[in-house]
């Protein structure tokens, strides 16, 4: 089993950064798979971003390419979404999510079912 942990969430002004943190936890030699995904109010979670825990490739939701990053900390094993130029549609309630596997298919990477570990979720709101 694997367990994991989010903090980093808040309200922050339109144009702002945050730097969300997902803490793995268990067997975490198992996880090949690690995720961001996001779900606002009366939406589908969506996929936000993904990282390969051993080769570091990443694949990114189009609506935060170029804005969101996704990284590992090997040390501690924190997986990072730095997120820049926040906008208000950024807002959600944001989970990090790790699976035994990694796909180099896009589309299973980026699907919810993808994904057998999440964590509770912590809230982001971008508003003025």
């Known amino acids: 089993q694997v367990q994991l942990v989010e903090s980093g969430g808040g309200l922050v002004q339109p144009g702002g950064s945050l730097r969300l943190s997902c803490a793995p936890s268990?067997?975490?030699?198992?996880?090949?798979?690690m995720g961001w995904f996001r779900q606002a109010p009366g939406k589908e979670r969506e996929f936000v971003a993904a990282f390969s825990w051993r080769g570091g490739i990443t694949f990114y939701a189009d609506s935060v390419k170029g804005r969101f990053t996704i990284s590992r900390d090997s040390a501690k094993g924190t997986v990072y979404l730095q997120m820049n130029s926040l906008k208000p549609e950024d807002t959600a309630v944001y989970y990090c999510?790790?699976?035994?596997?990694?796909?180099?298919?896009?589309?299973?990477?980026?699907?919810?079912?993808?994904?057998?570990?999440w964590g509770q979720g912590t809230q982001v709101t971008v508003s003025s």
């Open positions: 999510a790790a699976d035994r596997e990694w796909s180099l298919s896009i589309s299973t990477t980026q699907a919810v079912t993808s994904y057998e570990y």
């Open positions: 268990g067997r975490t030699s198992s996880i090949s798979a």
